[in-house]
């Protein structure tokens, strides 16, 4: 469902894919590379294409280039299959997020960082407001955070990981 024509001429000429495009002219041994020698690399060295499509689920850009079907000209015993294929290909577009490794995932950066800062929450209510007294009970709702996330990072992890499946099965 990739269009290879249309990533080679995105890493040629779309400055979100200049490093991509740096490792194909070293690749190529030159500074100016064409489409068809992009293709060419591309077969050579799939990481390339691999790489490609990282950076756009990254930036929540899909590596599905195929439109959806449209249902008006067809005849009737058509429709029902192109209907589903158009389900499949939005389906597709919407998990396609969870193919990324949930350890590279914005969501467990998300969650660090919250952690992070109810850490020094917890170090000012202790620290600064002089509540000593009451620092078990600080520590302890820090502890439970802690907990938490933990079990909301293992839930998404398990969601990230279940999507990805079928992301495979119905791309394929």
Not at 16 to 26: G, N, S, T
Not at 50 to 58: A, L
Not at 113 to 133: C, R
Request: net charge negative.
């Amino acid at each position: 469902m990739i269009y290879l024509q249309r990533v080679a001429t995105e890493i040629k000429t779309v400055g979100l894919y200049d490093l991509i495009l740096q490792d194909v002219q070293k690749l190529a041994g030159k500074e100016r590379v064409s489409d068809d020698e992009i293709l060419e690399i591309m077969r050579e060295h799939p990481q390339v294409l691999e790489d490609y499509k990282q950076t756009n689920v990254e930036y929540n850009l899909s590596n599905i280039h195929v439109k959806n079907i449209p249902l008006e000209p067809l005849e009737e015993a058509c429709k029902q299959k192109a209907k589903q294929v158009n389900i499949n290909l939005n389906l597709l577009r919407d998990i396609e997020k969870y193919t990324l490794d949930f350890e590279q995932s914005s969501t467990l950066v998300i969650i660090f960082s919250i952690e992070f800062f109810v850490l020094f929450s917890v170090q000012y209510f202790i620290v600064l407001l002089d509540l000593k007294t009451w620092q078990w009970w600080i520590y302890g709702v820090f502890a439970l955070s802690i907990v938490l996330a933990w079990r909301y990072a293992k839930k998404e992890k398990k969601k990230f990981e279940e999507n990805s499946r079928i992301f495979e099965a119905k791309y394929i």
